[in-house]
């Protein structure tokens, strides 16, 4: 059963009163036990649990099953949403915004354990701007086995333009960008960024993603990068680049420090500046 705490602290952002706070409070615990007595005891796939799985290109591990939006045989299918937020009437069902939602078969499911799902109601005033509740439903945890080193994290695009790297999370921008494909395969070979190449060669998968970040006064620098050169915010920057399994990261400090200036324009100070941006704009290893 949840607890009053927990149930405030996830309800925290809402300006209620005390007595506005119990009623709610009480409509949580109607919910949980009314799914609990409904779904509780069922032991296959149900309505309320929470799914791992993957597309091939990204990995859901906080996926969910949901309503049956496609109408297939309940005893056999489920229907998984990526990335959804469930609003439950009473505990008895589910109506979920988000998606995207994707049938399965019961029997690919693996269980692995207990979780629990955050779900919404209305509160007790009724429908209406922020009056939502929410609270935790306990439910199975299953996975639908993949292998990790098989998942798609990033693509590289071979363009005439260049060299492209775009994560599978993030398909609005490109994490990196190379001016050659010896820029690109320089890179890859000292950061330890592992592709394969598709069949006629315009493009290239890769298990791992890039991403970019800042070492801070609050977030410590790396100890175990190796140095790179860094385009950051319009500068190369000496920054450091490290490796995991699934991801390669590119770190450079962000510390304000009023006493360093830019150097004028014109000076010697300046056009060496503008020689190393050159050499390594898009090109990380300046070959």
Same mark, same amino acid.
């Given at each position: 059963?949840?607890?009053?705490?927990?149930?405030?602290?996830?309800?925290?952002q809402?300006?209620w009163?005390?007595?506005?706070?119990?009623?709610?409070?009480? %409509?949580? =615990?109607?919910?949980?036990? /009314?799914?609990m007595? +409904?779904?509780?005891?069922? $032991? &296959?796939?149900?309505?309320?649990?929470m799914?791992?799985f993957?597309?091939?290109?990204?990995v859901?591990?906080?996926?969910?099953?949901v309503?049956?939006?496609?109408?297939?045989?309940p005893?056999?299918?489920?229907?998984?949403?990526?990335?959804?937020?469930?609003?439950?009437?009473?505990?008895?069902?589910f109506?979920?915004?988000?998606?995207?939602?994707?049938?399965?078969?019961?029997?690919?499911?693996?269980?692995?354990?207990?979780?629990e799902?955050?779900v919404?109601?209305?509160?007790?005033?009724?429908?209406?701007?922020?009056?939502? %509740?929410? =609270?935790?439903?306990?439910v /199975?945890r299953?996975i +639908?086995?993949?292998?990790p $080193? &098989?998942?798609k994290?990033?693509?590289?695009?071979f363009?005439e333009d260049?060299i492209?790297?775009?994560?599978?999370?993030?398909c609005?921008c490109?994490?990196h960008?190379f001016?050659s494909?010896?820029?690109?395969?320089?890179?890859?070979?000292?950061?330890g960024?592992e592709?394969?190449m598709?069949e006629d060669?315009?493009r290239?998968?890769s298990?791992?993603?890039?991403k970019?970040?800042?070492?801070?006064e609050?977030?410590s620098?790396p100890?175990n990068?190796?140095p790179i050169?860094?385009?950051a915010n319009?500068?190369?920057?000496?920054g450091?680049?490290?490796?995991?399994?699934?991801?390669?990261?590119?770190?450079w400090?962000?510390?304000?420090?009023?006493?360093q200036?830019?150097?004028a324009?014109?000076?010697?100070?300046?056009?060496?500046?503008?020689?190393?941006?050159w050499?390594y704009?898009?090109?990380p290893m300046?070959v």
């Amino acid at each position: 059963m949840i607890t009053f705490e927990r149930f405030e602290k996830l309800n925290q952002q809402h300006r209620w009163s005390d007595d506005e706070m119990q009623k709610n409070y009480a %409509i949580a =615990l109607k919910v949980e036990k /009314n799914y609990m007595e +409904i779904f509780g005891s069922i $032991k &296959e796939p149900k309505l309320g649990d929470m799914v791992e799985f993957t597309d091939g290109f990204r990995v859901y591990k906080h996926a969910s099953i949901v309503e049956n939006v496609y109408f297939e045989d309940p005893n056999t299918r489920v229907c998984i949403c990526e990335n959804g937020s469930s609003h439950t009437h009473s505990g008895r069902s589910f109506q979920t915004s988000g998606g995207a939602f994707h049938g399965m078969d019961k029997t690919s499911l693996v269980y692995v354990g207990e979780d629990e799902n955050i779900v919404w109601t209305w509160g007790c005033h009724g429908a209406g701007a922020d009056q939502s %509740i929410y =609270l935790p439903l306990k439910v /199975n945890r299953w996975i +639908i086995p993949y292998n990790p $080193k &098989e998942v798609k994290r990033s693509t590289v695009y071979f363009l005439e333009d260049g060299i492209h790297i775009q994560n599978s999370e993030s398909c609005m921008c490109y994490a990196h960008t190379f001016n050659s494909r010896k820029a690109f395969e320089a890179w890859a070979e000292y950061t330890g960024y592992e592709y394969q190449m598709n069949e006629d060669g315009s493009r290239a998968f890769s298990p791992q993603e890039v991403k970019q970040k800042c070492w801070t006064e609050v977030v410590s620098k790396p100890g175990n990068g190796k140095p790179i050169k860094v385009l950051a915010n319009g500068h190369i920057r000496d920054g450091l680049v490290t490796k995991e399994e699934f991801c390669i990261t590119e770190w450079w400090e962000n510390i304000h420090k009023p006493n360093q200036k830019q150097p004028a324009y014109g000076t010697p100070e300046y056009r060496r500046q503008m020689e190393e941006h050159w050499k390594y704009y898009n090109n990380p290893m300046g070959v």
